[in-house]
C-alpha cells in the first residue's frame, strides 16, 4: 500500500520545501522504506528549459530525458533514487495535456472546467507510475495563498478524501520569525498561513517552523492550539550549518517518528544516520582547503549552478577537505589584467550556458588554465570552450568559433541534426521550438583505452546525462588531436565527441555531458573527486 505525504509551504517563499521533502524521504529510507519523491509546480511554462536560470535556477535533468525543476536535485542526491519524467508536472503541462484531450473528443463535449477537470489530471499524475514504493512525498510549489497553486490544492484535497488518513498526510511548512525589537519569535504568520490552508479544505497533519533558533515550549504548545495540532507534530526545522545535517536535525526533532505515528508504523525499525553523520563529520572538520574558480554567466544568481556546488562539495567530501567556492563573472575576463584574478585559485571551472555573452572571458580562463598547468574543468560549453581555445590557440585555426554565435569559417562547434538515441534516429532543425529540443537525458560513452578518463571512472563505457543543442566537430578531431587535445570519449558510434583531455597537463578534462547531475554526497561523482584531488596536489605547489 502507497501511502501519500504532501508537502505545503506558507508565509514566504524559499523556504526550503524540497530540501525538507528530501530529508523527510531519506529519514523513512534509512528506516527501511522504499521511497518516491514528485514536484507540483504552479507556473504556467510547459517545463523549465526555456526559463532564465535568473528566475529559476538551474534545469535538472533526468536520465529519460526531462527538464524539471532543481529540487529533484535534492531529491536524487538525498535519497539515490533516480528521478524520471513522471516526477515533475507544472501547471502549463496539465492544462495542455486537459487541452490537447478536449480537442481528441476525451470529454464527449462536456464543459472543460478546473473541477473536475484540471483537478482529475492534477490526481492521475500525483497517482501514476507507481508499482512498489511505500511512500510517495509530493511537494507542491509555490506558497500557500497564491492564485496559481490553488488547483494543486483543491487536487490534493480531494485525494485526501478518496485515500482516506490511513493513506494520505498533509506537511505544512511555514516560517517563525524573530522579531528583534520584541525579543521573540512571532506564531502568528504560522497561524495566518494554517488559516489560508484550513479555507481551502486542508487541515494539516504536521507542521514544519522554520526558525533560527529554538523554539521555546510554550510556543509550540501556542501553534498546536492555534493551528489544530498536536503539541509533538509542531516540528522545529531550524538552520543548521550544513544541509547535510537537515535529515539528523530533524530526526532529533522527532519528525520521521511522526509521520510513523500518523500511519500506525510505531514498530517500524529506527533509522541508521550513520551515513549522514560520517558525512557531516567530514564536512565539519576537514583537512585542508583548496580554491576552485568557478568562471561562469549566472554568478549573481548561485541556485543556476546548484548541483554543480554541491557536487565540488562532494568532492571535498571524498578527499576530506574544505571547497572554497570563487563565483567569477566571465565577462571580467575581457577587462585587461582581470585575468590575475585567477593566480591563486587550485583548479579552474567552466560551467554550462548559452549564448555569446562572456564567452572571450571563459575562452581567456581556459587559456590561462592550459599554460599555467592549473587543473581545468570544462563542462558543457566549458568543454566546447576548451576545444576552441585548442583550435585558435595551438591548432592553426584562429577563426575557430561555433555557429551558436553566427556563421564561422571555421564551425569546430555546431548544431546537430540528428543523432542515435538507442536504436532511433532523433532529428532536429536550426528553427525547432526551444523548449525540449536538445539532446536531454542519459546517452552512452564509450571511453578510450587508458586515458585518463577511463582510470578515473575505472570502466571503458558509460552514461551520462545531456543538456545541449551544440556539439564538437568531430571532422576537427585529427587536427585539435596532433594539438594535443585528446577526444578520449566518444558516443557509440564515434560520431559525438563526449570528453576531451590534454596528457601535457596535470589535469586538464572537457565534457560535453553534466556529471554534477549524478553526484551524491554519499557517492561522489569521480570525476568531482579526481579534480578536487588534483587541485589539493596543485595547493602544495601555489
Request: charged residues 25%.
Amino acid at each position: 500500500m502507497t501511502r501519500f505525504i504532501f508537502i505545503t509551504g506558507g508565509v514566504v517563499s524559499s523556504l526550503g520545501k524540497g530540501l525538507a521533502s528530501a530529508a523527510l524521504a531519506s529519514l523513512l529510507q534509512t528506516r527501511g522504506f522504499k521511497v518516491r519523491l514528485r514536484k507540483l509546480d504552479p507556473y504556467l511554462n510547459v517545463d523549465p528549459g526555456t526559463m532564465s536560470p535568473y528566475q529559476h535556477g538551474e534545469v535538472y535533468v533526468t536520465d529519460d530525458g526531462a527538464e524539471t525543476d532543481l529540487d529533484l536535485g535534492h531529491y536524487e542526491r538525498f535519497t539515490g533514487v533516480s528521478s524520471r519524467r513522471s516526477d515533475n508536472i507544472t501547471t502549463g503541462r496539465i492544462y495542455s495535456n486537459v487541452i490537447a484531450r478536449e480537442r481528441r473528443g476525451d470529454y464527449l463535449g462536456a464543459t472543460v472546467q478546473v473541477i473536475p477537470h484540471v483537478t482529475d489530471a492534477i490526481k492521475e499524475f500525483i497517482k501514476s507510475d507507481i508499482t512498489d514504493e511505500d511512500f510517495v512525498l509530493c511537494e507542491i510549489g509555490g506558497t500557500v495563498g497564491d492564485i496559481e497553486s490553488l488547483p494543486f490544492l483543491e487536487a490534493i484535497r480531494q485525494l485526501g478524501n478518496e485515500l482516506g488518513r490511513e493513506r494520505t498526510m498533509f506537511v505544512h511548512l511555514t516560517l517563525l520569525p524573530w522579531i528583534p525589537a520584541a525579543g521573540e519569535l512571532k506564531t502568528k504568520p504560522t497561524q495566518h498561513s494554517v488559516k489560508e490552508l484550513l479555507s481551502v479544505g486542508i487541515q494539516p497533519d504536521m507542521l514544519m517552523c522554520r526558525a533560527d533558533r529554538e523554539i521555546p515550549v510554550g510556543e509550540r504548545r501556542k501553534i498546536a492550539l492555534f493551528c489544530n495540532v498536536r503539541e509533538e507534530a509542531v516540528i522545529a526545522a531550524l538552520d543548521v550549518d550544513t544541509i547535510y545535517q537537515v535529515p539528523v536535525s530533524y530526526h532529533e526533532q522527532g519528525l520521521d517518528q511522526q509521520v510513523c505515528k500518523h500511519f500506525g508504523l510505531a514498530a517500524a525499525p529506527p533509522p541508521n544516520l550513520s551515513r549522514w553523520q560520517q558525512i557531516v563529520e567530514r564536512i565539519r572538520y576537514p583537512e585542508g582547503e583548496v580554491t576552485i574558480a568557478v568562471v561562469g554567466k549566472y554568478t549573481s544568481l548561485l541556485d543556476s549552478y546548484k548541483s554543480l556546488a554541491e557536487a565540488l562539495h562532494h568532492g571535498g567530501i571524498a578527499n576530506n577537505v574544505k571547497v572554497k567556492l570563487n563565483w567569477l563573472d566571465s565577462q571580467i575576463f575581457e577587462t585587461e589584467g582581470a585575468i590575475h584574478a585567477l593566480e591563486d585559485v587550485h583548479g579552474i571551472l567552466v560551467p554550462g550556458g548559452f549564448g555569446e555573452r562572456g564567452v572571450s572571458g571563459k575562452i581567456a580562463a581556459v587559456k590561462f588554465a592550459r599554460e599555467r598547468k592549473v587543473p581545468y574543468f570544462g563542462i558543457c560549453f566549458g568543454m566546447q570552450m576548451a576545444v576552441i581555445e585548442a583550435a585558435r590557440s595551438l591548432a592553426g585555426l584562429p577563426k575557430a568559433n561555433s555557429t551558436e554565435f553566427g556563421p564561422c569559417d571555421e564551425p569546430v562547434v555546431g548544431l546537430m541534426t540528428e543523432w542515435l538515441r538507442g536504436n532511433q534516429l532523433v532529428h532536429r532543425a536550426a528553427g525547432d521550438d526551444l523548449g525540449g529540443t536538445m539532446r536531454l537525458g542519459a546517452y552512452d560513452c564509450r571511453l578510450l583505452a587508458e586515458s585518463r578518463v577511463a582510470e578515473i571512472y575505472g570502466q571503458s563505457h558509460i552514461s551520462e546525462r545531456h543538456r545541449h543543442r551544440y556539439e564538437v566537430n568531430i571532422e576537427y578531431k585529427e587536427r585539435l588531436e596532433r594539438a594535443g587535445l585528446v577526444f578520449s570519449g566518444l558516443s557509440p558510434d564515434g560520431i559525438l565527441p563526449e570528453i576531451v583531455e590534454r596528457h601535457d597537463h596535470p589535469w586538464f578534462i572537457g565534457v560535453q555531458f553534466h556529471p554534477e547531475l549524478k553526484s551524491k554526497p554519499f557517492d561522489p561523482h569521480p570525476l568531482f573527486t579526481s579534480f578536487i584531488h588534483a587541485a589539493v596536489q596543485q595547493s602544495r605547489l601555489v
